[in-house]
């Protein structure tokens, strides 16, 4: 089960202030220990957090909401965060974020059902990921084929991509991106 | 009673001029800033004559006292929001105009005190509408560049909050840049009369430095390495993400702190990127410049 989590909501209840921006880094650790609060309530497969309707996102409020949240999943009961309703600019903050600890995670742009990686990503990851995006499903041999590649290549980025929760891995040795609508 | 005759125009070098005037912190008499003679003040000046008067509120000094320029600038002044809080820490001496701060003026930003992190807030807030509607029609800035220029706003300004250990003063302002540039450029001037970056690194960064250790290489540490105090991974990222941010859009930044400045410096403007030797001024003084998009034809 998948469920949404509108940031906006969010940040009015951990700071108790009509803000519409996630800055600064006081702002971000009370919104993160909201979410992490909210994540052990509730028994969800995927988090997917809605920032549709957040203005600005800064590099430290970036840092403490996603890249942290995004460290500190193993220790929570979902399986994944994926990013929801993020403009251009947010992105930018969040990648930057993210780079910096290492890790990554699956976006869904603002006014768009397209998927797209953001933070610490290798070029290969990136290669399967888009192959993965046009077939939906597969296993590393077809993905491997499409690109041209041995077939451990394309397995030991798909391996990493799900190590990194961006993608799913079944136990019938098959990826795929998930559902995130 | 010590005299600072003030220039004409006020622009990113006053706070130089405010220091070298001042032979010896604190000063060993009382002050007084003569503004009559200015017609013309950019944000770095508004901020940095703010921080000087802070500075000796909080040191026990005397109030200095502050003659006004002419009414038209005078009344400018008001508009910016910046003789609202000079009241606090200058006798202000000349007419004082009656128009106060003014939402809809030609500035991004009001001079605006920063203390605490809703200080940020409101200011991220006061530039959301109308400031970036003036960035994306003057400027013809892109949203995401809109978005930037507030996200490296909040950063430049958390600084004060997280490291200052007072508080400072942020103002944003449009310039047509025509010689050097030929296009108009946004400008942030955020000054704190805090802890400075040599101190506020110092615990952490000092003995990998040894006898190098000074303003000089403070500032190279955390604006050019992005070297925070904490040693948490993720610290360090608002300055290194606004590096990143100007570097994209050909922006400047420039730090001046102590007894240096260090700049990381676009094709179109000259400043050295690293000053020294100059006259101690107290806390941080950060200067932003983001030019506008080049208009073909």
Not at chain 2, 268 to 274: A, E, L, V
Request: proline letters at 5%; glycine letters at 8%; aromatic letters at 6%.
């Amino acid at each position: 089960m998948s469920g949404v989590i509108p940031l906006d909501a969010v940040l009015r209840e951990a700071t108790r202030q009509a803000y519409r921006d996630l800055v600064t880094r006081p702002t971000g650790a009370a919104v993160r220990h909201r979410l992490v609060s909210t994540l052990r309530d509730h028994d969800r497969t995927e988090a997917l957090l809605d920032f549709s309707r957040i203005g600005l996102v800064d590099f430290s409020c970036a840092d403490e909401v996603v890249a942290k949240l995004v460290a500190a999943i193993h220790e929570l009961p979902v399986t994944r965060v994926v990013l929801r309703g993020v403009r251009e600019d947010q992105a930018e903050a969040i990648e930057h974020a993210l780079i910096r600890h290492g890790l990554a995670v699956l976006a869904i742009e603002d006014g768009s059902c397209r998927p797209r990686l953001l933070g610490a990503i290798d070029d290969d990851w990136r290669a399967v990921f888009e192959i993965l995006e046009a077939v939906l499903r597969a296993t590393a041999a077809p993905v491997a084929d499409r690109l041209g590649w041995p077939v451990d290549r394309a397995r030991r980025a798909l391996d990493d991509l799900a190590r990194s929760r961006c993608i799913v891995a079944h136990p019938d040795a098959t990826y795929e991106l998930g559902a995130f609508a | 009673m010590q005299v600072i005759l003030l220039p004409k125009l006020l622009d990113g070098h006053t706070v130089d001029l405010l220091a070298s005037e001042i032979a010896t912190w604190p000063p060993e008499g009382p002050l007084l800033i003569d503004a009559h003679a200015t017609e013309w003040a950019s944000p770095p000046a508004f901020v940095g004559l703010l921080t000087l008067g802070q500075a000796l509120e909080e040191l026990g000094a005397p109030k200095p006292r502050f003659t006004l320029p002419a009414a038209d600038t005078a009344s400018y002044w008001a508009r910016t929001g910046f003789l609202l809080h000079a009241e606090r820490f200058f006798e202000l001496h000349g007419k004082l105009p009656r128009r106060r701060a003014d939402e809809q003026n030609e500035m991004l930003l009001p001079v605006t005190e920063i203390r605490e992190a809703k200080d940020v807030h409101e200011v991220v807030g006061a530039i959301s509408d109308r400031a970036a509607a003036m960035l994306r029609n003057e400027l013809h800035l892109e949203a995401s560049v809109v978005g930037g220029f507030g996200q490296s706003l909040s950063e430049i300004c958390q600084n004060i909050v997280e490291h200052a250990g007072t508080g400072g003063w942020a103002a944003a302002h449009i310039y047509h840049y025509r010689r050097r540039l030929g296009r108009k450029v946004a400008m942030i001037a955020v000054s704190d009369a805090g802890i400075g970056f040599r101190r506020s690194l110092e615990p952490t960064q000092a003995k990998r430095y040894g006898d190098r250790w000074d303003d000089a290489t403070a500032l190279e540490a955390g604006l050019i390495h992005s070297i925070s105090r904490f040693r948490d991974p993720g610290r360090g990222q608002g300055l290194a993400g606004t590096k990143r941010y100007l570097a994209r859009w050909q922006g400047k930044i420039a730090i001046r702190s102590g007894t240096a400045r260090v700049a990381i410096v676009p094709a179109w403007d000259d400043q050295p990127p690293m000053t020294t030797g100059l006259a101690w001024f107290p806390g941080t003084q950060v200067t932003l410049e983001v030019p506008g998009k080049e208009i073909e034809g």
